[in-house]
């Protein structure tokens, strides 16, 4: 597994991708992580990803979840942000 650190609020994840230069989406949109809420554990902070609209999901949530929601490849996820 790789570790994915965002440079700007140095929160990490693991990953099969690999990424060297990984900002998260809320610092890429100068929101600040710890004031998002996770839509399924309701926690803040941690590496966040768009769910649906206005709702975050943590990145862990949503591996968790993925099954579930039917989400697109861990690759498309990360399409956007590099
Ligand atoms: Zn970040
Ligand atoms: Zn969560």
């Known amino acids: ?3 994915i650190c965002c440079k700007s609020c140095k929160s990490y994840i693991y990953s099969q991708v ?6 998260c ?3 890429k949109l100068k929101k600040t ?3 998002l809420k996770c839509t399924a554990c309701r926690k803040s902070d941690g590496i966040m990803i ?3 609209g206005e709702d975050w999901i943590h ?10 929601l039917h989400m697109e ?3 498309n996820i990360f399409k956007d942000l590099c």
């Open 33 to 35: 992580p710890s004031v």
């Open 18 to 23: 690999k990424l060297d230069k990984f900002q």
């Open 50 to 52: 768009r769910a649906n």
């Open 73 to 75: 490849r861990e690759q």
């Open 59 to 68: 990145y862990n949530c949503m591996m968790a979840l993925k099954d579930l």
């Open 25 to 27: 989406l809320p610092c």
């Open 1 to 3: 597994m790789n570790k």
